[in-house]
């Protein structure tokens, strides 16, 4: 990498960088050689934005669950139109499919990270939890329409929901559960 030449959104290179690495080969590939690497610049450029590894991880884990997935984030607007499971799986489907999963696997992984990110997200992992409080929230307005059940617990189904989403898409290297399957375990789920 030529010196003195100026990168453009540092930070982003490397948050991508590492959201293929974790795609491709999970946690115990992220190193801060490799997101240098696959963000095409030196490895004292990761050092100079970032106190260390585990803060630009933790930065990356919060940037990431900030920034969550479009169908996940949308949800809210869907009330009140298709199916609530169909929608449910949609979202989990969407939210699984990315990155979301590997993150999982790295906040667990590494023991720095997740004390770095209880500095600033004191329970749950990070990308989950706010998938959760969206689902729940999203179940909430159904039930205010009268699509889901009455009685239902909307904040418990919604993290009971992200935890059987992560459980079905959780083995990075098989094959995603199919469509029907993820819809069939909404189903399974949500009360009538």
């Keep these: 990498m030529p ?18 690495i974790l795609v ?5 590939a992220l190193t801060s050689r490799a997101v240098t690497i696959g963000a095409g610049c030196a490895k004292g450029v990761l050092h100079r934005h970032f106190a260390d590894f585990d803060a630009f991880l933790a930065e990356y884990v919060l940037d990431r669950a900030h920034r969550m997935d479009t169908k996940v984030l949308g949800l809210r607007d869907a009330a009140g139109t298709g199916t609530v499971t169909g929608n449910v799986a949609a979202a989990l489907t969407s939210l699984f499919g990315s990155v979301a999963v590997a993150i999982v696997a790295l906040v667990t992984f590494r023991d ?71 819809l069939r375990t909404v189903e399974t789920i949500i009360p009538a």
């Excluded at 009268?146 to 083995?171: E, K, N, P, Q, Y």
Aim: charge should be negative.
């Design 3 to 20: 010196t003195g030449v100026a990168l453009r959104d540092v930070r982003e290179q490397l948050f991508d960088a590492a959201d293929r």
């Design 24 to 28: 491709r080969s999970g946690p115990e």
């Design 112 to 182: 720095g990270l997740r004390a770095r990110l209880r500095e600033t997200w004191p329970a749950g992992v990070p990308v989950l939890t706010d998938a959760a409080v969206m689902i729940g929230d999203y179940l909430e307005d159904e039930r205010a329409r009268g699509r889901v059940a009455a009685g239902a617990d909307t904040a418990t189904l919604g993290s009971v929901l992200i935890g059987t989403g992560h459980l079905l898409f959780a083995d990075r290297t098989g094959d995603p559960p199919t469509p029907e399957r993820v």
